[in-house]
Every structure is written in structure tokens, then in C-alpha cells.
């Protein structure tokens, strides 16, 4: 009965240390690859990237538990973050605050609807979907998947267009005048890694030494260029006008929120004192001048 709820249990009978060896190589393998393709998961779902590497390590674990296939690889998956992406970019900003969350309660109903279909022994409808339809569909997520990359290869920006195809017509527009050559150096580079590794000797974590080798190498130069300057750092003038008129505007709010706080305290015991005092009358005065807009 125990190994029905936990099905996990049934390992340990006859289990040796050697099995332990090869499981551990196992699971560092999986996890060799694992690190870098979550990270990438996640920014096609429009996510930070570290999110993906708290959805590659739960999921794993709750699935190799509880799971009834010791070959099923459970986690992260390049169609499920390419939906994810078309679903909630109409909702919201991708990488926003919104946007998780957003994230979050999908993941959470389509466990729950996985879960009820579990339950429910409703596996068998996968059988309704034919080989050629499944094809296709995976073959079609793998151009768009590949496709939308272009503009992070180019290092270059452009706005979704209504069709996929559209999109990717701007950003190769935008890669002939704009094309920002570091990152473009950066993803051959990326790329010459992972091919030249997968040639030389395909059992070394090919992807890891790729992000391991770029990631250390544009911390080195300041691939990122950030940097912190003073504003007489900047040489047009009127960058430098409009940067302190925007810090002037920003200083004058908290202010002007205050002042409106006791116009609002005000208008409130007006209308208090209206009811039970005479006293109310000067403030009857005072709501009307700030109705005419006497008082700011």
C-alpha cells in the first residue's frame, strides 16, 4: 500500500552502492545540461532567466519521486515556454512584476488540470492525436523557437508584429542598419564553442562550457557597459536640460502629495463638522474655494 502513495520506496530494495555511482553521474549529466537550457526556457517563456532554474529543479525532484518512468525527462520544456509566451504577452510587459505572476498562476492551472486528468485516468486521450499532427506542431514550435532568437543574435529591438513571420521580416530590416556587432560576436563565439566541443568530444557539457565561457568573458571586458557618471559626464546640452527638469518634477512630487493628503484631511472633517457643528460653515468656505479651484 505504501509503495502505491510512494512509489519511491520500491528503490531501495536491492539497491547497491554501485547503483548509487551511476546514479549520481546521471544526475549531474542531467543537470550539466539542464542549468543552461532552463536559462534559456525561461527567457523564451519571457521570463528572468533565473526563474528557470527554480522550474528545472522542483520539477525533477517531484517527478523522479513520484513518477512512474525512470526514463521521462520532466521539466522545462521549449513548447511549454513558447505558449507561455503567447498566452500572457497580450496581459502584460514580458519580465514584469505582472507578468510573473501571471506566469505563476498558468503554471499553477495547468497543474491542476494535469493533476485532475491523472486522476481521472484520462491519459488514453493522448492516442486521439496523430503522429503526423504532433510532428508537425513540434517541427513548427522549433522554427519559431529558432526564428525568435534573431533579434537577441543581432542585438537589436523591433515590436511584435501581428504574424511571426512579420516580425522576423523587421528584425532582419533592423540587423542590416543596426546590428549591434559585440553581441553578434558573442553568439558566434557561443555557438563555434558548442559545436566545436560536440566535435572534439560529445560527452563534454558542450552548452554549460558555452554560458560558462561567454558569461566570463563579457564580465572581463564589461560586456554590459554598466557604469555610474555624474551628469556633467553627458555632452549635450540638452540631454542634460531635460534630465534636470525630469529630476526637478520627480523632487516636486512628494511635496505636492503631501499637500493633497491635507486638502483630502480637510475636505473630510468638512464635511464631519458639516453634520454636527456650526463650526462647519468656515469649512464650507474653504471646500468651496477649493472646488473653484482656489487652493492647490
Known amino acids: 500500500m505504501m509503495t502505491k502513495i510512494f512509489p519511491f520506496l520500491a528503490w531501495f530494495r536491492g539497491y547497491r552502492l554501485a547503483d548509487l555511482r551511476i546514479d549520481a553521474l546521471s544526475g549531474l549529466t542531467v543537470a550539466l545540461v539542464l542549468i543552461p537550457q532552463s536559462m534559456a526556457y525561461a527567457q523564451l517563456a519571457g521570463l528572468p532567466p533565473f526563474y528557470g532554474l527554480y522550474a528545472s529543479f522542483l520539477p525533477p525532484v517531484i517527478a523522479a519521486l513520484f513518477g512512474s518512468s525512470r526514463q521521462l525527462a520532466t521539466g522545462p520544456v521549449a513548447v511549454v515556454s513558447l505558449m507561455t509566451n503567447a498566452s500572457l504577452a497580450p496581459l502584460a510587459t514580458a519580465g514584469s512584476q505582472e507578468y510573473i505572476a501571471y506566469a505563476v498562476l498558468l503554471a499553477l492551472l495547468v ?8 486522476v481521472l485516468r484520462l491519459g488514453l486521450v493522448v492516442n486521439f492525436l496523430s503522429h503526423p499532427v504532433v510532428n508537425g506542431f513540434t517541427n513548427a514550435a522549433a522554427l ?5 532568437q534573431l533579434s537577441k543574435m543581432f542585438g537589436v529591438y523591433v515590436d511584435n508584429a501581428e504574424h511571426h513571420v512579420e516580425t522576423i521580416y523587421l528584425v532582419c530590416k533592423a540587423a542590416v542598419n543596426y546590428t549591434h556587432w559585440p553581441t553578434l560576436i558573442m553568439g558566434a563565439l557561443a555557438f563555434g564553442i558548442m559545436y566545436g566541443l560536440k566535435w572534439l568530444n560529445p560527452r563534454i557539457p558542450f552548452v554549460l562550457a558555452a554560458v560558462a565561457v561567454t558569461t566570463l568573458a ?13 551628469i556633467e559626464a553627458i555632452a549635450d546640452p540638452a540631454a542634460v536640460e531635460h534630465i534636470v527638469a525630469y529630476n526637478q518634477t520627480v523632487a516636486a512630487m512628494e511635496p505636492l502629495a503631501k499637500e493633497r493628503t491635507l486638502v483630502n484631511q480637510e475636505i473630510e472633517a468638512a464635511g464631519f463638522l458639516l453634520q454636527f457643528s456650526e463650526a462647519g460653515g468656515n469649512h464650507l468656505g474653504f471646500v468651496r474655494r477649493f472646488k473653484h479651484g482656489d487652493l492647490v
Request: charged residues 10%.
Open 218 to 230: 563579457s564580465w572581463l571586458i564589461g560586456f554590459q557597459q554598466d557604469r555610474t557618471v555624474g
Open 111 to 118: 497543474g491542476v488540470f494535469q493533476f485532475l486528468l491523472g
Open 144 to 148: 519559431i523557437i529558432a526564428t525568435s
